[in-house]
């Protein structure tokens, strides 16, 4: 042992030296290691974060033209199944034959398809006529309905470029031009383009400008249900924030009617017997559905309203079965448990599944038994699983089959109601229904709450042996969820909730009324577009008779801003529907107002002005009516407060004894604080600029709502710029501010007074001699 003069043992002073270091290095790791659960936990979360719903739009059979048509056709039990199409070219004179050995032939002359599915408007998506004509139908619609489900889901889809937005759709045929024996003039170089699969998304990415994931699926009749599988998949690692996912089917080509009789395959009525012991095959038919998807947290930030969520999903293959094409039974009960593994649920968490159910009497059978093994054991036989096909409404939509589905029970969820299953004599005797807990949706039943989320799966099976399954929560309902809600989604501008961020606690008061006099705005891309579309929404109102202010927030905030406008404004709601009928049969009303925009990419810009656009009183009753305007006018008082001796709010509310707006030291920071609490209500109320610009008090407004300047450093600079003007640069002339062209004002000038600043086509100041 060794010593120090001051007799310190260094051996003791070395061990507790090693002792510190190694305390430090522990408490690192530990440092270290929360850090790494941390990072873990926040890992599983988004893993299983359920990914909401907040936008629907489809074109189906039986004239469904949006999730609410769809709602009200399976509602009321109405069958979509027609005589084929006649504006296709198809042979229809020799096509059909009731002898399934015929070749060539169908002995089927139904189904399920889209009327007019070659219907476009090209112009819209700045699409030539000629390469619009070379597009599959399939492309066409995917690009309408895009559009539809973003602004169903209260999105301007112009205010999407540069987003990470994926695109996620299944498609199967490929048949459009296959017709073809040579390539008529003027169509070279669009056909490889508007026929391939891959464009199919990726033509929705580059219409709108969308930077995310696109990816063309096509695992035949599972394909959309597996797209949104893929899609929640890429919301949840974060490789998109929203995520356009559905898909398509049209039927260019009878072919398939053709080769499927070859098989004897088909219900000879063309209707799918879901599940039923009449079941006789399967009944052919088209149709596009999309979904717009986010995580359920930013849907939440974002002020969106959800309509219902994906709680986990699963995708799995057959393998090797009894056949290439035949349904594997193991398999759907294995994709079913990891559908509800991936939601943390158990089975009898379930309450409903929209079946595959194509009316086979190979495949309903099989999927009955799945269900039976999967969902139908330990549950209460007083809650059994309640199994419905839309199959039997509108027939097998094939590659767009599981996201119309999805549709259907979002719809179910919201209406309360599950509907009955058409074309059922009996549930089929091939399945024996005793083996477990699941009924067949034989009549409607309603859906009413039972203390915990109501829930339904949907399922898909292809034939190529890809099977998905999609289990479905309702939307969920708390403090964080997004403000308000109707009963019917927005399709056509319905009655729709908001869709800003619901104001504070302190933010109430007139504002929050419905106002005197009620806006309805219209636009299109064309003059007869925004005809036909008023006629649309003149039908709409007279269906529903829509809360007037709330029909017009959401023809405000859910749609987007096209070039061809309409304004219909008026305190009556007879009046308002006056003035659409008008601009609908494209007539005069004194409530309507119509014009058009040159749209700049859709921006916005805030323009705030100089001295000279103020006037007595100006602010006064928002003062009273806007909560926020009030607060934004007293944070910039505040700010003020340091640099002047007056009372900002007196000068607004023009208090007797309050400061002169002559003086341009008040009108100066007066017009400033106006000028900020207006943009702060347009903000409030989801107006937000791309652009600002300025003049003299305007510009430094414009500094500070672009973020240059703080509040205080403007309100310094707006306050001692104009004292200096007032008491130090004043010159001995005089300003008039004349409310006339600039053509008008500078003919008529005497000698010494001249144009001084043009503030606008009616708006001219002059200085001179006073």
Same mark, same amino acid.
């Given at each position: 042992?060794?010593?120090?003069?001051?007799?310190?043992?260094?051996?003791?002073?070395?061990?507790?030296?090693?002792?510190?270091?190694?305390?430090?290095?522990?408490?690192?790791?530990?440092?270290?290691?929360?850090?790494?659960?941390?990072?873990?936990?926040?890992?599983?979360?988004? @893993?299983?974060?359920?990914?909401?719903?907040?936008?629907?739009?489809?074109?189906?059979?039986?004239?469904?033209?949006?999730?609410?048509?769809?709602?009200?056709?399976?509602?009321?039990?109405?069958?979509?199944?027609?005589? *084929?199409?006649?504006?296709?070219?198809?042979?229809?004179?020799?096509?059909?034959?009731?002898? =399934?050995?015929?070749?060539?032939?169908?002995?089927?002359?139904?189904?399920? *398809?889209?009327?007019?599915?070659?219907?476009?408007?090209?112009?819209? *998506?700045?699409?030539?006529?000629?390469?619009?004509?070379?597009?599959?139908?399939?492309?066409?619609?995917?690009?309408?309905?895009?559009?539809?489900?973003?602004?169903?889901?209260?999105?301007?889809? @112009?205010?999407?470029?540069?987003?990470?937005?994926?695109?996620?759709?299944?498609?199967?045929?490929?048949?459009?031009?296959?017709?073809?024996?040579?390539?008529?003039?003027?169509?070279?170089?669009?056909?490889?383009?508007?026929?391939?699969?891959?464009?199919?998304?990726?033509?929705?990415?580059?219409?709108?400008?969308?930077?995310?994931?696109?990816?063309?699926?096509?695992?035949?009749?599972?394909?959309?249900?597996?797209?949104?599988?893929?899609?929640?998949?890429?919301?949840?690692?974060?490789?998109?924030?929203?995520?356009?996912?559905?898909?398509?089917?049209?039927?260019?080509?009878?072919?398939?009617?053709?080769?499927?009789?070859?098989?004897?395959?088909?219900?000879?009525?063309?209707?799918?017997?879901?599940?039923?012991?009449?079941?006789?095959?399967?009944?052919?038919?088209?149709?596009?559905?999309?979904?717009?998807?986010?995580?359920?947290?930013?849907?939440?930030?974002?002020?969106?309203?959800?309509?219902?969520?994906?709680?986990?999903?699963?995708?799995?293959?057959?393998?090797?079965?009894?056949?290439?094409?035949?349904?594997?039974?193991?398999?759907?009960?294995?994709?079913?448990?990891?559908?509800?593994?991936?939601?943390?649920?158990?089975?009898?968490?379930?309450?409903?599944?929209?079946?595959?159910?194509?009316?086979?009497?190979?495949?309903?059978?099989?999927?009955?038994?799945?269900?039976?093994?999967?969902?139908?054991?330990?549950?209460?036989?007083?809650? =059994?699983?309640?199994?419905?096909?839309?199959?039997?409404?509108?027939?097998?939509?094939?590659?767009?089959?599981?996201?119309?589905?999805?549709?259907?029970?979002?719809?179910?969820?919201?209406?309360?109601?599950?509907?009955?299953?058409?074309?059922?004599?009996?549930?089929?005797?091939?399945?024996?229904?005793?083996?477990?807990?699941?009924?067949?949706?034989?009549?409607?039943?309603?859906?009413?709450?039972?203390?915990?989320?109501?829930?339904?799966?949907?399922?898909?099976?292809?034939?190529?042996?890809?099977?998905?399954?999609?289990?479905?929560?309702?939307?969920?309902?708390? =403090?964080?969820?997004?403000?308000?809600?109707?009963?019917?989604?927005?399709?056509?501008?319905?009655?729709?909730?908001?869709?800003?961020?619901?104001?504070?606690?302190?933010?109430?008061?007139?504002?929050?009324?419905?106002?005197?006099?009620?806006?309805?705005?219209?636009?299109?891309?064309?003059?007869?577009?925004?005809?036909?579309?008023?006629?649309?929404?003149?039908?709409?109102?007279?269906?529903?008779?829509?809360?007037?202010?709330?029909?017009?927030?959401?023809?405000?905030?859910?749609?987007?801003?096209?070039?061809?406008?309409?304004?219909?404004?008026?305190?009556?709601?007879?009046?308002?529907?006056?003035?659409?009928?008008?601009?609908?049969?494209?007539?005069?009303?004194?409530?309507?107002?119509?014009?058009?925009?040159?749209?700049?990419?859709?921006?916005?810009?805030?323009?705030?002005?100089?001295?000279?656009?103020?006037?007595?009183?100006?602010?006064?009753?928002?003062?009273?009516?806007? =909560?926020?305007?009030?607060?934004?006018?007293?944070?910039?008082?505040?700010?003020?407060?340091?640099?002047?001796?007056?009372?900002?709010?007196?000068?607004?509310?023009?208090?007797?004894?309050?400061?002169?707006?002559?003086?341009?030291?008040?009108?100066?920071?007066?017009? *400033?604080?106006?000028?900020?609490?207006?943009?702060?209500?347009?903000?409030?109320?989801?107006?937000?600029?791309?652009?600002?610009?300025?003049?003299?008090?305007?510009?430094?407004?414009?500094?500070?709502?672009?973020?240059?300047?703080?509040?205080?450093?403007?309100?310094?600079?707006?306050?001692?710029?104009?004292?200096?003007?007032?008491?130090?640069?004043?010159?001995?002339?005089?300003?008039?501010?004349?409310?006339?062209?600039?053509?008008?004002?500078?003919?008529?000038?005497?000698?010494?007074?001249?144009?001084?600043?043009?503030?606008?086509?009616?708006?001219?100041?002059?200085?001179?001699?006073?």
């Amino acid at each position: 042992m060794t010593t120090t003069t001051d007799g310190t043992d260094t051996a003791a002073g070395d061990q507790t030296a090693r002792l510190v270091t190694a305390l430090r290095a522990a408490l690192q790791d530990n440092e270290n290691l929360a850090v790494e659960n941390a990072r873990l936990q926040a890992e599983r979360t988004a @893993a299983t974060e359920p990914v909401a719903i907040v936008g629907m739009a489809c074109r189906l059979p039986g004239g469904v033209g949006s999730p609410d048509e769809l709602w009200r056709l399976v509602a009321e039990g109405r069958d979509g199944v027609a005589g *084929f199409p006649e504006d296709r070219g198809w042979p229809l004179d020799t096509l059909f034959d009731a002898d =399934p050995d015929r070749a060539g032939r169908s002995y089927v002359r139904e189904g399920g *398809f889209l009327r007019g599915a070659g219907d476009f408007d090209a112009d819209f *998506f700045g699409i030539s006529p000629r390469e619009a004509l070379a597009m599959d139908p399939q492309q066409r619609l995917l690009l309408e309905t895009s559009w539809e489900a973003l602004e169903h889901a209260g999105i301007d889809p @112009a205010r999407l470029r540069g987003t990470d937005t994926g695109v996620f759709f299944g498609v199967m045929y490929h048949d459009y031009a296959t017709g073809l024996g040579t390539v008529p003039e003027g169509l070279e170089g669009f056909l490889a383009t508007g026929n391939s699969g891959s464009v199919a998304s990726g033509r929705i990415a580059y219409t709108l400008g969308l930077e995310g994931p696109a990816i063309t699926v096509d695992t035949a009749c599972s394909s959309s249900l597996v797209a949104v599988h893929l899609a929640a998949q890429a919301l949840r690692s974060g490789e998109c924030s929203q995520a356009l996912a559905g898909g398509v089917a049209v039927m260019a080509q009878p072919s398939p009617f053709v080769e499927f009789s070859r098989q004897r395959g088909l219900a000879p009525d063309g209707r799918c017997k879901a599940f039923a012991d009449a079941a006789d095959g399967t009944g052919w038919a088209e149709g596009v559905a999309v979904l717009l998807l986010e995580r359920l947290s930013d849907a939440r930030r974002l002020g969106h309203e959800v309509l219902a969520v994906v709680r986990g999903s699963a995708v799995n293959q057959d393998g090797a079965s009894n056949g290439l094409t035949a349904p594997n039974g193991p398999a759907q009960q294995r994709v079913i448990r990891a559908a509800l593994a991936a939601a943390r649920l158990g089975p009898a968490d379930v309450d409903a599944v929209e079946g595959h159910g194509t009316g086979t009497t190979l495949g309903d059978p099989i999927e009955a038994q799945a269900l039976l093994a999967t969902y139908g054991r330990d549950r209460p036989d007083d809650r =059994p699983l309640w199994l419905g096909s839309l199959k039997s409404n509108i027939g097998h939509t094939q590659s767009a089959a599981g996201a119309a589905g999805i549709i259907k029970m979002v719809q179910a969820l919201r209406h309360g109601s599950l509907p009955r299953t058409l074309h059922v004599d009996a549930p089929s005797r091939q399945v024996d229904w005793e083996a477990g807990a699941v009924r067949l949706l034989t009549e409607a039943r309603p859906w009413t709450a039972t203390g915990r989320p109501r829930r339904a799966a949907v399922s898909a099976f292809g034939v190529s042996g890809t099977n998905a399954h999609v289990i479905l929560e309702e939307a969920p309902h708390g =403090p964080e969820e997004a403000s308000g809600g109707s009963e019917e989604v927005l399709d056509l501008a319905q009655d729709a909730p908001e869709r800003t961020p619901a104001p504070s606690d302190d933010a109430v008061g007139p504002l929050a009324d419905i106002p005197p006099a009620v806006v309805w705005p219209v636009s299109a891309a064309s003059a007869s577009a925004l005809r036909a579309q008023a006629g649309r929404l003149l039908a709409h109102v007279d269906a529903h008779e829509p809360d007037p202010s709330a029909f017009g927030r959401a023809l405000t905030e859910n749609r987007a801003r096209l070039s061809h406008r309409a304004v219909v404004v008026a305190d009556d709601p007879t009046e308002l529907r006056k003035g659409l009928g008008a601009l609908a049969d494209g007539a005069a009303h004194p409530a309507l107002v119509t014009g058009t925009a040159d749209l700049a990419d859709g921006d916005i810009a805030f323009v705030f002005p100089g001295q000279g656009a103020q006037w007595v009183g100006m602010g006064r009753r928002l003062l009273d009516e806007s =909560p926020v305007f009030a607060r934004a006018v007293a944070e910039v008082a505040d700010a003020l407060a340091p640099y002047v001796d007056w009372s900002l709010v007196d000068v607004v509310r023009q208090v007797e004894g309050a400061a002169s707006l002559e003086r341009v030291d008040v009108v100066q920071p007066v017009s *400033f604080a106006v000028m900020v609490g207006l943009a702060r209500l347009w903000e409030w109320v989801g107006v937000r600029p791309d652009a600002v610009v300025g003049h003299s008090q305007g510009e430094i407004a414009a500094a500070h709502v672009a973020g240059i300047l703080s509040l205080e450093d403007a309100a310094a600079v707006v306050a001692l710029r104009s004292q200096v003007i007032a008491r130090g640069l004043a010159g001995r002339g005089g300003m008039v501010s004349v409310a006339l062209p600039l053509e008008r004002v500078a003919g008529v000038l005497p000698a010494g007074v001249e144009v001084a600043a043009v503030n606008g086509p009616s708006s001219v100041v002059v200085a001179g001699d006073p």
